[in-house]
């Protein structure tokens, strides 16, 4: 556990943070949040960083704004497929793999937990 | 002279910490007896000796008799603080203790007994001239009678385990159709929690405040009482928030209170830490139940008493006293305490395990951490999901349920979910704030624990992420920064 000092949205604030396993634990304006990411340990060293799971995730508690993608459609890595909105601000979210969109289990106006999975792609089996 | 070279301890946890604490600043050596689970804890780590008692699940170590009296003796302990839950209100237990020359930490057996059934404890207290809350306490245990008894004390009715405690075995009946299922199934409870099907009735208060003399007799039959505390913030019958002095009390009510205790206590040939439980309803108030062990609270007594409640004991235990005069013990300030659970506020309140991650505890004037576990430790699903108190004092009741905001506010728990934003929900509602708040309290305002409604930053995950990933260079930078601005900097003082 580390304590940083950050500009977060324009203020500077303490914030307590540690990585456990997949998850991401952070302590600021006295409250405590845990997002969980994936990740793994590349072949050349110790670095980690995020695993392509082709799968998309509430990244926090919100609102879902629009679907942009259906059922079975081909996205590219970097599309965005969700669009939700929370604490008043909209944010995307992308395809991390490219392939076909296996599954939406949410549509517009939905309100959607941290963490809950929104859609998954299959990954395109292809180098 | 009777003296303590070693002592055990038949618990964990927290309060297995508490002990050890007292022990070593009056340098007796402690003995820690402890389940396979519990290795990786504090308490194991401060005790001077450990002795595995058994495996995981309670009644294989923490509840088995026979193995903590044989793990004191094999370590050549001569006493045995039994702390509060698992043995410590087993007369049994304590019988055992004095069969092998072990010193119990506690009441006589006989007086555990007497207090530990519910259905002779009413007895003696009625004899004192004491009320009790209105009901049923007969041999006659047919259901079909007992819904006639219901009648009678007029509904709401509840229904308890006479050998219960802690919630369990318990149920409200509203109305008859409701009756014959909840008599049924509290007897069911009542076995499987405590083995017997015994069940009393009595008269629900349904806006009562619950109210608890901290009592004390020294050896010499002295019984001092040491005020109250009120718990009335309670979540199925456990107590979440708990504080001394009472919130809202008529000072007349007070005394009455206390002078009720203590004749309690003196009927019962008290020895040692007890509480004496009262439900408080407009000018009336019953005795409840008499809990012959330290309690989870009793912090908050001795903030506000300056007094050392383990000590007091482990003196009362070797003969010591008399331990103060009544007219020395007068209360100042307010204090408040916090139960930290281990479970998820924004999902009823479900337990959670796991490693725990990193943890900060926010030290300041008139804040005290009373906690179990470390960084790295685990939290396992064999016992109780508190894993800390938080307990803080200041002059006012006001000033202390500020201080114990911001400390909540600041306090680190990582790695498991904690009840910290359920515990600030309620220090902010405002029937707590003013202290009209009664039994009903959660139940009324917080009956599914919280909505999930935390409001995240995406710019903090963003930055954080690639801070925490990268590492090395960044902290430096944020150490530096720590020196510039400390968190005492931060205005913590309240504005009344």
Known sequence: MKRYFLEVDGQWQWVWAERIGNEFWFHCNGNTHNVEFKSKTSRRGGNTEFIESGEIKAPMPGKIMKVLKKLGEKVVVGETVIVMEAMKMEYSLEADVTGTLESISVSENDQVNLGQLLASISKEEND | ?496
């Open chain 2, 1 to 496: 002279m009777k003296t303590i070279d070693c002592l055990a301890i038949a618990n964990r946890g927290e309060v297995a910490v508490r002990i050890i604490q007292a022990c070593k600043e009056m340098g007796i050596e402690t003995v820690l007896l402890h389940s396979e689970a519990d290795e990786k804890t504090l308490a194991y780590r401060l005790c001077d000796k450990a002795v595995c008692i058994g495996p995981s699940p309670v009644n294989q170590s923490y509840l088995n008799i026979e193995a903590n009296i044989q793990g004191a003796l094999s370590a050549d302990a001569e006493a045995i603080h039994p702390g509060f839950g698992f043995l410590s209100e087993n007369a049994e237990f304590a019988r055992a203790c004095e069969k092998h020359r072990l010193i119990f930490v506690g009441p006589r057996p006989e007086t555990i007994e007497l207090f530990g059934d519910k259905i002779s404890a009413k007895k003696l207290v009625e004899k004192v001239g004491i009320k009790t809350v209105p009901g049923y306490q007969g041999e006659n245990q047919e259901t079909e009678y007992l819904i006639e008894e219901c009648e009678k004390v007029g509904y709401p009715v509840i229904v308890k385990a006479a050998a219960g405690g802690g919630g369990r075995g318990m149920k409200i009946v509203r109305g008859k159709s409701e009756a014959f299922e909840a008599i049924e199934s509290a007897k069911r409870e009542a076995v499987a929690a405590f083995g017997s099907p015994i069940v009393f009735l009595e008269k629900y208060l349904d806006h009562a405040k619950h109210i608890e003399v901290q009592i004390f007799g020294d050896h010499m039959g002295n019984i001092y009482h040491l005020y109250e505390r009120e718990c009335s913030v309670q979540r199925r019958h456990q107590k979440v928030i708990e504080e001394s002095l009472a919130a809202k009390i008529d000072d007349q009510i007070r005394e009455q209170l206390l002078e009720a205790a203590v004749k309690i206590a003196r009927a019962g040939n008290y020895r040692g830490a007890g509480t004496v439980e009262f439900l408080q309803q407009d000018d009336d108030f019953y005795f409840m139940e008499m809990n012959t062990r330290l309690q989870v609270e009793h912090p908050v007594t001795e903030m506000v008493m300056g007094v050392d409640l383990v000590k007091a004991q482990i003196q009362t235990s070797l003969d010591r006293g008399p331990l103060w005069t009544q007219g020395d013990l007068f209360p100042r300030g307010h204090s408040i305490e916090c139960r930290i659970y281990a479970e998820d506020p924004y999902q009823a309140g479900i337990p959670s395990t796991g490693q725990v991650g990193g943890i900060y505890w926010p030290q300041g004037p008139g804040r005290r951490f009373d906690f179990g576990i470390e960084s790295g430790d685990e939290v396992t699903p064999y016992y109780d999901s508190m894993i800390a108190k938080v307990i803080v004092w200041d002059e006012t009741r006001i000033r202390a349920i500020q201080k114990m905001r911001k400390t909540l506010q600041d306090t680190v728990i990582f790695g498991v979910k904690t009840n910290i934003p359920y515990l600030l929900a309620i220090l902010e509602h405002s029937e707590f704030v003013s202290g009209e708040m009664t039994t009903q309290f959660i139940n009324k305002y917080f009956p599914q624990g919280l909505k999930l409604n935390q409001e995240v930053s995406l710019d903090i995950i963003e930055k954080l992420k690639s801070e925490v990933m990268s590492g090395g260079s960044v902290e430096e930078s944020s150490l530096k920064n720590q020196l510039q601005k400390s968190p005492w900097s931060q205005n913590v003082w309240s504005r009344t």
